[in-house]
């Protein structure tokens, strides 16, 4: 089973960008589909974007798109989440999750392997 560690959160200023990162380590990396989830307090987590294995195909929620890029790179066991154009209702706490392929990408329930997430705080 593969662990996940999150990094590159922090606080930043709206228009600012920012690069979130995902370490995997104890599974084979490339075989798992990606995502990044958020969370707010008082809501439920919700879909950011997914990759797949490969990184050939890739999807974003409505409200990101065009603005966040996902990205991985097999051969060091990372996915990334660089974010643009931050806007105050971006704020959250970021889950770098994984899981096999077959099943919904954008339902976190599918999910088997979650990372700690980290803080992104966007200041007005």
């Known amino acids: 089973q593969v662990q996940l560690v999150e990094s590159g959160g922090g606080l930043v200023q709206a228009g600012d960008s920012l690069r979130l990162s995902c370490a995997a380590s104890g599974g084979t990396f490339s075989t798992y589909t990606m995502a990044w989830f958020r969370q707010v307090p008082g809501k439920e987590r919700e879909f950011v974007a997914f990759i797949t294995p490969s990184g050939a195909a890739s999807d974003y929620a409505q409200s990101v798109k065009g603005r966040f890029r996902i990205s991985r790179d097999n051969a060091r066991n990372t996915v990334h989440l660089k974010m643009n154009s931050l806007k105050q209702d971006d704020a959250a706490v970021y889950y770098c999750?994984?899981?096999?392929?077959?099943?919904?990408?954008?339902?976190?329930?599918?999910?088997?392997?979650w990372g700690q997430g980290t803080q992104v705080t966007v200041s007005s």
């Open positions: 999750a994984a899981k096999r392929p077959g099943a919904s990408a954008y339902n976190s329930i599918e999910y088997t392997t």
